[in-house]
């Protein structure tokens, strides 16, 4: 699978830019705040229907304009698809093939991306919601399913934390427990299953990383379980907090609280990690949920690899280029400096020069 065309108009601080990318190695390079990662955002928009950097519609029309477009013609399994974003205010559409689209459902899965970027670095040492949604987008990814789960979960807390606030009695707040408890297992039960999967590709990727001198883990902090034991051990948390919750008017315990667990060492990565052991963690996830998804899909998801060579040192660069040499996807990654990236061992490589929002089509020397 690979993006054939890119066609950004009015976006951010891109007037009309369109590109033909190389199956390979997409190579985006240019002094910062040129549109570097305007370009990568796009890209990531088409294949989430949201961006990675949480902006709303509205912003990503460029400055004075009412409208903004972004059109990417993706080729998978030989079939080529058309899909379109069109923002307009605070209002966004999607169009597949020319043919509006109704359910969000529809879009997402067709498009996959992986998304490395500086601001995942740190949320080994950030708040626990950061890594909540590091995990929710990698299962998200492998199963599309799951994002109407969670959002059947949201829906039932949003409904239950108003009830509690309003002070409503026992009584009325039971049929929510029994929702929030059904749809809240599920959630635990999927990413508990994703792990199980990941962790031991995360674990020999950190090994490859360091040598072999540092051991990684990642953890979940409800223990692992059938679906039903998954219901009464988190009925046994409602049973638990249900004086305090009452106190405080909302839900202290559920999936919507749990903290993944990032370890090295056997020493948690938030309070003990040092930076290279943080850069070193992030690069083994990404790497081992790149396998993961491969595996799951059957095709290879497209990478967006943000000013990565800032954020890692040599040795890293080394062994993440070398697992890109090993595969066949197609890669879009941003620097600053054009040589930094160029004969890196790769048999395609496209080069694109991004200027005030502009791109030039450059040989990679």
């Not at 009309?16 to 955002?41: C, S, Y």
Request: aromatic share 8%; proline share 4%.
């Amino acid at each position: 699978m690979y993006l054939r065309r890119l066609v950004l108009h009015n976006f951010r601080n891109l007037e009309h830019a369109e590109m033909l990318p190389d199956r390979r190695f997409n190579v985006l390079w240019g002094a910062n705040a040129q549109g570097k990662t305007n370009i990568l955002e796009g890209i990531y928009l088409l294949g989430h229907l949201k961006s990675f950097r949480g902006a709303p519609g509205s912003e990503m029309i460029r400055r004075q304009m009412t409208a903004g477009r972004l059109l990417g013609e993706v080729m998978r399994g030989g079939v080529l698809t058309t899909i379109e974003l069109t923002f307009q205010g605070q209002q966004k559409s999607a169009r597949i093939n020319g043919k509006p689209v109704a359910k969000s459902s529809e879009f997402l899965g067709l498009f996959p991306t992986i998304l490395f970027s500086p601001e995942e670095v740190g949320l080994a040492r950030g708040y626990p919601a950061g890594r909540r949604a590091l995990l929710d987008r990698a299962v998200f990814q492998a199963d599309p399913p799951f994002l109407d789960r969670a959002r059947a979960y949201q829906r039932c807390l949003q409904q239950r934390n108003q009830l509690l606030k309003e002070g409503c009695d026992a009584t009325q707040l039971s049929p929510w427990n029994e929702n929030l408890i059904l749809t809240g297992a599920r959630l635990r039960l999927d990413r508990i299953g994703y792990l199980q999967r990941l962790v031991p590709q995360l674990q020999d990727i950190y090994r490859q990383i360091t040598a072999g001198r540092e051991e990684a883990d990642l953890e979940y902090p409800t223990r692992a379980g059938t679906e039903e034991e998954l219901r009464e051990g988190f009925r046994r948390e409602l049973e638990q907090a249900a004086a305090q919750e009452r106190r405080l008017g909302r839900t202290l315990v559920g999936p919507h609280r749990d903290d993944p667990y990032f370890t090295v060492g056997g020493h948690s990565l938030r309070q003990y990690g040092s930076q290279g052991q943080q850069r070193s963690f992030m690069l083994a996830f990404k790497t081992a949920q790149i396998i993961d998804l491969e595996a799951t899909i059957g095709h290879q998801p497209v990478l967006l690899l943000d000013d990565m060579t800032g954020e890692l040192d040599r040795q890293r660069q080394e062994f993440f280029f070398q697992f890109l040499r090993s595969r066949q996807g197609q890669v879009f990654v941003t620097a600053t400096e054009l040589q930094a990236l160029c004969n890196k061992g790769f048999d395609d490589v496209r080069s694109f020069r991004v200027s005030e929002g502009s791109l030039q089509d450059v040989a990679c020397q």
